[in-house]
């Protein structure tokens, strides 16, 4: 019994014969011709057989290849923990705690000494000893170049005081001071000025010159004294000062100088009038209106032609006058303008006499009313 891979297809035993007898036919080019036809049936037999066994016995074709996703290995994440940074003590380090004197903005005269004292704390690990107070910048004001600090202990509070002098002129002044340590090292200050200093800060304003007061009195003479209103025909009165009206039924004005020309160029501080002397007969405040006190320029000496002058209000009393009535900005006008005096004009608040026959006004000696200015040069 034969198995399937001895078995020979017949067709190859036939090609074999065939080929074998070729190699004993004589080799004249007539009988060659017939063996190479003979040859080439054989070989054409030979590949229609093998093309037949291709078509029954089709080539076993390896699948396709197809694209596979790589293989991926999980690599577990590495888990990290947040470092907690833990502050590193500094040897030197201060905090600024307050000003001890001196507050920022603190007003002192051109020149004028004073002492600044801060209070700072050792935060640092280091114990100062050897440290100094360094001026750094700004306004020195006349302060030293550096001073010594004394020993002080982490934890510590000190004052520092530094002695100074205030600039010569007007204005707005600042100095920063720093600490320094024995080796030289400018140390840094919390809560100080940029993490690193502090500082003193004042003004300087000079004062006003000193102020020089006087009391004046009324001139008198022909300068001060009563106009009767021109119905009355009266003439004028030098040196007695009447404001109201008379039995006879006119009104009167009354009038009073001040000499100011000593004051040329001054600063008026204060002008206060005192009409404290004069009285009152009757009851001109109630009858007449009250009695106004104004202020005006008239022409010397007094005449009837004052009479009517302008004047401006300063107050309407309605009782006794009294020591204390305010005339500085009056007072200022007229010495801005260079006048030479001052002048008040009292004169009933109604236009017209009551009309009862009898008197009722404010009267003043000549002399008696008086201004007192206090002003600086």
Known sequence: MFTKTHRVPTFLTFILALVLAGCNLPSNSTESEGANAVLTAAAQTVEANLTEASVLNPPTVPPPVTDTPPLTTAIPSATFQPLTPTATPLCDLASYVNDVTVPDGTEFQPNENFTKTWRL????????????????????????????????????????SVNLNAPGSDGSYRGYWRIKNASGVLIPVASGYQGKSFFVDIKVKTPPPASTTISLNATGGSEGGTVYEPASGLSPVLGSILAGDIA????????????????????????????????????PFT???GIWVGELQYGLPLDQSDYNISGTGIIKLTSSPGSAIDVK??????????KSRFQIRLHPAAGNSDGDGQSDYVLCGATSPKLTITYQP
Do not use: H
């Open 121 to 160: 704390r050792n935060i640092g690990v280091c114990t100062w000893s050897g440290y100094s107070l360094v001026f750094d910048s700004g306004d020195a004001m006349s302060g030293p170049a550096s001073s010594p600090i004394g020993s002080v202990s982490p934890g510590q509070e000190v004052d520092i």
């Open 329 to 338: 900005s009056y007072v200022q006008t007229r010495v801005t303008e260079g």
């Open 287 to 289: 009858d007449l209106s």
């Open 248 to 283: 006879a039924d006119f009104l009167a004005r009354g009038y009073m100088s001040f000499d100011i020309s000593a004051l040329s160029g001054k600063t008026i501080v204060s002008a206060m009038l005192d009409l404290s002397s004069c009285s009152p007969l009757n009851n």
